[in-house]
Structure formats: structure tokens, C-alpha cells
């Protein structure tokens, strides 16, 4: 069968990947895909990436399947026209999508569900918000209501720079009208882990877990980025955290949306924050797989990924079981000069080592030029390695490092230290 994923990133090519691999599949096109896509066996990048036209590609190439990657389709109700056009798609409605499109939305939702998150208040109207935060302690964290792109949330350390934020998002607009409404909320301490699951509505499968770096620089320094690097499983999710987080936040989570009218179908990636004494609390929810975390999360996958998606899509998710490689993996995204604020495009990419069993580079922004491998966003490549200890994953990923080379390469050379800091 034919199979259509939808995106262009690290995340879309390891599904395109991943989705090639099952037995019963014939084709993967990814829309728009990128210069890894384009060379990766039984996939084909398409050009069209409005909802319309790929319903017209559905229909003309009977395309049986579509996968949706990135969270701006999905809330701009790309599931809802293609089940309206009578085609199959894994993913959440643009009703079920508010769960990541509006921050107002989910913390509202999980206080009337009784999920442990951060104490919130929201606001649309910035002198209101002022007195709360000078009555709140710091630090404390603002958050615009919509999606912005990674870019909406500031953890301030002063009132200072709690209002600044404020003032960005209701008063000079700068996240237009992602920013219109505020979210303002405590400020967790911890470790994060991303906790991703399939769901078919009623039932649910949890993925490996896995952890991700949001800051540029090592040590967790710099700007916050879409993710730096990612490895699974994550440590800090023990059986007993893993046990809470399915019955104090997925399930409660999976059976209010159904309750509510909006049966959540597709993969929930729950952001948490993991205390020190193992109490966890959700940050945040995102409607689809995270990047990168999926990259070394699908290094991992044994089963046919295809079949755990009809599971779902058919509601007998409670009858999949997902297998899992034992090993470790971990994934480094190598970053294009200038990211995150305005990464340089066009710079020459050499040195990319054959894929392998236990190494696989992942490509995210590079496109081909007439044969040429260029950069072509700000995160270009997620180098994924397989290995018996995180140690040794991440050596591997490390070395196929040395040998790529392209201008103004920027990566972290630290992926992994939190759970390695651990295993000492
Ligand atoms: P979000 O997009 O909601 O995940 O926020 C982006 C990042 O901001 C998270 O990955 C956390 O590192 C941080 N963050 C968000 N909310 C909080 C919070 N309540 N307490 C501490 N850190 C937070
Ligand atoms: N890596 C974080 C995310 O996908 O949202």
C-alpha cells in the first residue's frame, strides 16, 4: 500500500524511515520531505503541502494512509477534511488538537480532569496579570496562549522580566495572535521527560520514553531551540513514575477528551517535569511526536509501525504491543549557523556517513541542489546511534559527528549527561 507522511523534518524522515521498512508497504511520499527523504529507499518527496491538494494526491496516486508530523496541520483541522473527503488519517481533529494549540485550553482542561500541573491563571488583559504576578513568587513562567513556534514561553527569574514577556504578547503583539491570551504559571522544579503514547480514543500505547535538550548550548546554556538531542529510554521514568504518569495524567487525559466529545486519536506527547521525589506533573501537551525525540525513539521500535497505526485507527489499540530494541539510543541534531533566531541556508554538506544498523543520520533542513546535499534550516541533521549502554550510543553518534562537515555547524557535545550523570 501506499502511505503519505505529511512534514519535512528529522521527525518526518525517520517515520518515512521506519513506515518504508513494513512489509506491506509499497510507497511513502512525504510532503514537502526533505534532502534525506529524497534519497531514502521506497520514499518520495511531493511538492504540494496545502490540505486541498493533498487530498487530490490521495485520491490520485490511492493513498491509503496518511501520517501528519508537525502540529500547525493537525490544529489547522487537516484531519477533519480528509475524514470529510473520506480518507484515512492518524491524527488528532483540530478540536482534539487544542491540547498544544491552546495553552488556555489545555491547563483549563486539566484542572477540570484533576491532572497534576503547574497552578495557573490566564489572562487577556495584561493590568490584570501585572497584580498577579506581583502577587506570585519567582520564579515564574509566561506562556502565550498559541502556538508560537517553541517561542511563547518565557521562564522569568524576575517580576521584571515576567511583565516584559506580558507586555511582548498583549501589548506589542509580537506573537500576533498566538499571544492575544497569556497563560501564567507557577514554576516547576525537576527534570523533563517526554512521554509520548499512540491513542485510539478509548485505548492507549505508551512509546519508549525519552528525554530532550531545549537549550542551545551544553550545560543547558543559551536559547531555547525546538530540541538539540534526544535519547531513550529516559531513567528519571522509572516503572513507578511510568505507572503514575499512565494513571494520573494519560488515561485521565485520553478519557476527557472522549468525555468532552473529542475523542483524542493520533500520538499525545506529554511534556512533564519529574520532581525529586518522583511525583510527576505535566508542563505541557503536544498533539503528535516530538523531533527528536522520535528519531532515536523509532531507532528503537521492533514492531511494524504501520500495524500499531491501523490498531489505532481501527480502536484495538488494547490488543498492540509495541517491542522494543533493548539498547539505548540517542540522536544529536546538528544545528545551521545562526539558529534559532535566523539560521543561514545554502552552506555545503559533506562527509555523511553510510546508514547502518546502529547509526542512521536523519535529516531535517537540507534539501538537494541539483545533486548537491545543502543546508536548508536551522536544524539540518539528527545523527542516531544504537548502542548496549547510553555510553556507547552516544560515542557512535559522536563519531559519525567527526567525519560531517558544513559551515557554521553548530551541535552540543553533551547530549545525554543528565541520565549518564546518573548511571556514574
Ligand atoms: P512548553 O512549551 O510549555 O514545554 O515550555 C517550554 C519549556 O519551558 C519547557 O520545556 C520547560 O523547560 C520550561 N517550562 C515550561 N513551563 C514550566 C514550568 N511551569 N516550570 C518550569 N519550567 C517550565
Ligand atoms: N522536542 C520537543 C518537541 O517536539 O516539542
Known sequence: MKLLVVGGGGREHALAWKLAQSPRVQKVF?????????????????????????????????????????????????????????????????AAAQLESSKDFAKSFMVRHGLPTARHRSFDNARDARAYIAAERTP???KADGL??????????????????????????????AGGRVVVEEFLEGEEASFIVMCDGTHVLPLATSQDHKRLRDGDQGPNTGGMGAYSPAPIVTPKVHARVMR??????????????????????????????????????????????TEPILMRLKSDLLELVEHALAGTLERAEAEWDRRCALGVVLAAAGYPDEPRKGDRIQGLPAPAP???????????????????GGRVLCVTALGDSLRIARSRAYEAIERIRYDGMQYRRDIGHRALKKSR
Not at 161 to 171: F, K
Open 140 to 142: 515564574i513562567v509566561v
Open 30 to 94: 512525504v510532503a514537502p520531505g526533505n534532502g534525506g527523504t529524497a534519497s531514502e529507499p521506497g520514499v518520495q518527496n511531493v511538492a504540494p503541502t496545502e490540505t486541498a491538494a493533498l487530498i487530490d494526491l490521495c485520491r490520485r496516486e490511492q493513498i491509503q494512509l496518511t501520517l501528519v508530523g508537525p502540529e500547525a496541520p493537525l490544529a489547522a483541522g487537516i484531519v477533519d477534511a480528509f475524514r470529510d473527503a473520506g480518507l484515512r488519517i492518524f491524527g488528532p481533529t483540530r
Open 148 to 177: 508560537a513556534a517553541g517561542k511563547g514561553v518565557v521562564v522569568a527569574a524576575t517580576r521584571e522580566e515576567a511583565n516584559a514577556a506580558l507586555d511582548a504578547m498583549l501589548v506589542q503583539r509580537r506573537y500576533g495572535a
Open 248 to 293: 494520573e495524567i494519560i488515561q485521565p487525559a485520553v478519557q476527557g477528551m472522549a468525555q468532552e466529545g473529542h475523542p483524542y486519536v493520533g500520538f499525545l506527547y506529554a511534556g512533564l517535569m519529574i520532581d525529586s521525589a518522583g511525583n510527576p506533573r505535566a508542563l505541557e501537551f503536544n498533539c503528535r511526536l516530538g523531533d527528536p525525540e
Open 358 to 376: 546502529d547509526c542512521r543520520v536523519f535529516h531535517a533542513g537540507t534539501r538537494l541542489d541539483s545533486g548537491t546535499l545543502v543546508t536548508n
